[in-house]
């Protein structure tokens, strides 16, 4: 596995930008899959944006065209850049990777074997 450290979020008003990193313990150019997740009390765990080894992006319907995942080999760093931010993006945001091994299919959350602790990201109206 692979050791995760989130950070960024914060609380913000609806419209706004928040960018969330992560930074990785190992190479992220090795790291198959890597991913941003985001968690309500009460609901199960979904995927939001998605990046493969190669850079292959993937997103929930919800944040197309508002959010990005990126990240920097040379930092070992994953990015989640969100825009156009909306209450109902409030949520625990979690970074995770698949590490070692593929190939998995990236947008699934059965892919993942390794996860931060979690970033609060508040949006008010």
């Given amino acids: 596995q692979v050791q995760l450290?989130?950070?960024g979020g914060g609380?913000?008003?609806a419209g706004g930008s928040l960018r969330l990193s992560c930074?990785?313990?190992?190479?992220?150019?090795?790291?198959?899959?890597?991913?941003?997740?985001?968690?309500?009390p009460g609901k199960e765990?979904?995927?939001?944006?998605?990046i493969d080894r190669d850079g292959n992006t993937n997103y929930a319907d919800s944040v197309k065209g508002r959010f990005t995942i990126?990240?920097?080999?040379?930092a070992n760093t994953l990015y989640l850049q969100m825009?156009?931010?909306?209450p109902e993006d409030t949520a625990m945001y979690y970074c995770a990777a698949r590490w070692p091994g593929g190939p998995w299919f990236c947008p699934s959350?059965?892919?993942?074997?390794?996860?931060?602790?979690?970033t609060q990201v508040t949006v008010s109206s």
């Fill in 11 to 13: 609380s913000v008003q």
């Fill in 109 to 118: 959350i059965r892919a993942y074997n390794s996860w931060g602790q979690g």
């Fill in 23 to 40: 930074a990785a313990s190992t190479y992220t150019d090795s790291i198959y899959c890597m991913g941003w997740f985001r968690q309500v």
């Fill in 5 to 7: 450290v989130e950070s």
């Fill in 70 to 74: 990126s990240k920097d080999n040379a």
């Fill in 83 to 86: 825009n156009s931010l909306k």
């Fill in 45 to 50: 765990r979904e995927g939001v944006a998605f």
